[in-house]
């Protein structure tokens, strides 16, 4: 079945560091991959997507890439702050109708930034 | 621009009590979903719907019921409460066609 790996924390930074957290995932066909972020005592919100191999997501200053050689989703962040302290996780879809519309999640990963 | 709503936000129950996590979304969204999340287990599948009158389990469906009796509401219900369904449960909604999930704030519950 469906699966998504994410790598295991929870991560601590400094404010402006660089931030990548992994994500692999097993799936036939071709998913859309997802990161999702939920912040202290919040539900979750999309934070970017990709629907296709190649396709970089981007919101907030945070990107990922859907290597389909790979099957990796990896998160990225030049300079993290202090608000993105969160739970991040990553997760697929293989479509939009029927069993395969729902959304698989990776166990999460919590990144804390210090001042 | 409510979104998705859940209620209660905190409820503790004693083992062997029933209750009902209510779920509403004002966004016409015809699937609706609930999960749980537990520390180390991430988000798992309980129920979710494709329509009103249309319901499936996921992938930890026992020891809980659902039903769509409109597109609004997806109501879970638990009928005799274990301590294993101590956890956050969070409703979720979206439109046909697209894969982007609106999650409400989610309801922690506790079971003694």
């Known amino acids: 079945g469906d699966s998504v790996t994410q790598m295991e924390g929870p991560v601590t930074l400094s404010e402006e560091a660089f931030l990548t957290i992994n994500c692999t995932y097993t799936?036939?066909?071709?998913?859309?991959l997802f990161w999702y972020v939920q912040y202290p005592g919040e539900g979750l919100q999309l934070l970017l997507k990709a629907t296709k191999a190649d396709d970089k997501g981007s919101n907030k200053g945070f990107e990922a890439t859907y290597r389909k050689e790979t099957t990796s989703f990896h998160l990225e962040k030049g300079s993290v702050q202090v608000s993105d302290s969160a739970v991040y996780f990553c997760a697929l879809s293989r479509g939009t109708t029927g069993a395969n519309s729902k959304l698989t999640f990776g166990k999460g990963i919590t990144l804390s930034v210090r001042p | 621009n409510a979104g998705v709503t859940q209620t209660p936000k905190f409820q503790v129950l004693k083992t062997g009590q029933s209750m009902t996590l209510q779920c509403a979304q004002d966004m016409n969204h015809e699937y609706m979903s609930w999960y749980r999340q537990d520390p180390g287990m991430g988000l798992r599948l309980i129920h979710y719907?494709?329509?009103?009158?249309?319901?499936d389990q996921g992938e930890v469906p026992n020891g809980y019921n659902v039903s769509r009796s409109t597109t609004e509401d997806f109501p879970l219900r638990l009928l005799s409460a274990a301590p294993s369904q101590t956890s956050v449960y969070f409703c979720?909604?979206?439109?046909?066609?697209?894969?982007?999930?609106?999650f409400g704030e989610g309801s922690r519950l506790t079971v003694l």
């Open positions: 719907s494709v329509g009103a009158g249309i319901t």
């Open positions: 979720a909604s979206r439109e046909s066609g697209r894969a982007e999930l609106f």
């Open positions: 799936a036939t066909g071709y998913p859309s």
